[in-house]
């Protein structure tokens, strides 16, 4: 009788423990770094600001950085728009940025393409190697990783 009382003691803390865990994890978490890849604007970029518009709703304190490399540098072109609704990114852009969104270009890829740098909108920052900066982040900076 005695170690039927201890286990079941023992099965309740551990429910009891158990629970502020599963509590946390349906909440979106707070404060986070999460780093987004972006390698083609085409096929990634509408759908991938809203899905950073949609990540800082729910946790508007998330640090967030947006590495751009080949084709994903298109995104933050002055003029680029999304193909099939016409949409303007600029506009997306400057609104993420004024949420704290940092959105960085590979400049091997300017290299690359013979692109310059006053071809982006104004709000766009770079980074030596796009593929570097994203192995930066996650190992050295722990950022998460989504590729939308």
């Known amino acids: 009788m005695k170690s039927f009382i201890s286990a079941l003691c023992l099965s ?8 502020p865990v599963a509590a946390q994890q349906a909440a979106p978490q707070q404060g986070n770094k999460v780093v987004y890849h972006v390698d083609d604007a085409e096929t990634q970029g509408l759908k991938g600001l809203r899905n950073i518009r949609n990540h800082l709703d729910v946790a508007p304190n998330t640090k967030i950085t947006v590495v751009m490399h080949a084709n994903g540098v298109d995104l933050v ?5 999304d193909k099939k609704s016409k949409a303007e990114y600029a506009p997306l852009v400057s609104a993420l940025v004024s949420r704290g969104v940092v959105f960085e270009v590979c400049e091997i890829t300017l290299k690359n393409r013979n692109l310059k740098k006053d071809q982006f909108v104004l709000e766009a920052t770079f980074t030596p190697s796009g593929v570097a900066r994203l192995a930066d982040l996650q190992a050295q900076q722990k950022f998460a990783y989504i590729k939308p």
């Open 12 to 19: 309740l803390s551990l429910g009891v423990a158990s629970l």
């Open 77 to 81: 072109m002055d003029g680029a728009q």
